[in-house]
């Protein structure tokens, strides 16, 4: 694994511990350092397999 990647993984990583808090995607975005929310979910989606958004509802519902 690159730095690089092991960096994403680990931004992702804090994300999805701040979404399940359910804290707003733009706020989780800044907060683990992405440059925008759009960049945090196409990252997200990559990784996890499904958008933040969905992520953050299903955790919300449950």
Same mark, same amino acid.
């Not at 499904?50 to 919300?60: D, E, H, I, M, V």
């Given at each position: 694994?690159?730095?690089?990647?092991?960096?994403?993984?680990?931004?992702? %990583? %804090?994300?999805?511990?701040?979404? /399940?808090?359910?804290?707003?995607?733009?706020?989780?975005?800044?907060?683990?350092?992405?440059?925008?929310?759009?960049?945090?979910? /196409?990252?997200?989606?990559?990784?996890?397999?499904?958008?933040?958004?969905?992520? /953050?509802?299903?955790?919300?519902?449950?």
């Amino acid at each position: 694994m690159t730095p690089h990647s092991y960096q994403l993984q680990a931004k992702v %990583r %804090r994300a999805h511990m701040l979404l /399940r808090l359910g804290q707003p995607i733009a706020d989780v975005s800044f907060a683990v350092g992405f440059s925008d929310q759009a960049h945090l979910t /196409r990252t997200y989606k990559s990784i996890m397999g499904a958008t933040p958004g969905k992520f /953050r509802s299903a955790a919300l519902a449950a």
